[in-house]
Structures are given as structure tokens and as C-alpha cells.
Nanobody
Framework: QVQLVESGGGLVQAGGSLRLSCAAS????????MGWFRQAPGKEREFVSH????????YYADSVKGRFTISRDNAKNTVYLQMNSLKPEDTAVYYC????????????????WGQGTQVTVSS
């Protein structure tokens, strides 16, 4: 069993930055591939970013590429999402998750989820 706790969300003006954190329980965090997803009101949960267990590969949705950066610190059991140049359309609840198997792109392939953290970007 893995528990994930997101933090760092909040209200920010367009053009601003936020850094989300996701703290994980468990001694095997370093072996997990991790992802970030987001869900806006009335919309499906969508892929944002993914990082392999060893940070060698990272992936981003086209909508955030060049603005968001995913990273992890396995010594701290934490994965981060640095979000710069935020736009109103980035407003959503952001979730981190542990990949089970299959493509990193699909939410259904992730086994464990945090409770989410709200990000609101005002125009």
C-alpha cells in the first residue's frame, strides 16, 4: 500500500508560478514511476507529466511542455511539479499517482492516487 499526499496548490495570477509536492509513504518509492494528472470541473482527468523511477525520462502533455517541470527526490520520497507561466486554463485539482503497468499516459494504468491539491490561476 502506498499513500500519497500532495501539497503546494493555491491561488496565483496568470504568469505566476507554483511548485507542487507529492510525498509518498513506503520504502520502495525509488522503484515507482510517478505521474501528475489534473482535473478541471466538468472535465475528464488528464495527463500532465510523468517521470521514471530513476528520473532518466520525463514526459509532458503538449499543453504544459516548456512551462512545467517534473522532478523527484528519492531520498525524500517526494516528486515535484514546478509550474511556471501559469494560465487560467491550468486551473484544476492536481493529483500525483503511482504507475502500475502500461502506458504512462492513461489514468487507468495508475494504481495509487493522492487526494489532490487545488490550483487556481486568475486572469
Amino acid at each position: 500500500q502506498v499513500q500519497l499526499v500532495e501539497s503546494g496548490g493555491g491561488l496565483v495570477q496568470a504568469g505566476g508560478s507554483l511548485r507542487l509536492s507529492c510525498a509518498a509513504s513506503g520504502r520502495t518509492f525509488s522503484s515507482y514511476a510517478m505521474g501528475w494528472f489534473r482535473q478541471a470541473p466538468g472535465k475528464e482527468r488528464e495527463f500532465v507529466s510523468h517521470i521514471t523511477w530513476n528520473s532518466i525520462r520525463t514526459y509532458y502533455a503538449d499543453s504544459v511542455k516548456g512551462r512545467f517541470t517534473i522532478s523527484r527526490d528519492n531520498a525524500k520520497n517526494t516528486v515535484y511539479l514546478q509550474m511556471n507561466s501559469l494560465k487560467p486554463e491550468d486551473t484544476a485539482v492536481y493529483y500525483c499517482a503511482v504507475l502500475g503497468s502500461g502506458s504512462y499516459y492513461f489514468a487507468a494504468n495508475y494504481d495509487y492516487w493522492g487526494q489532490g491539491t487545488q490550483v487556481t490561476v486568475s486572469s
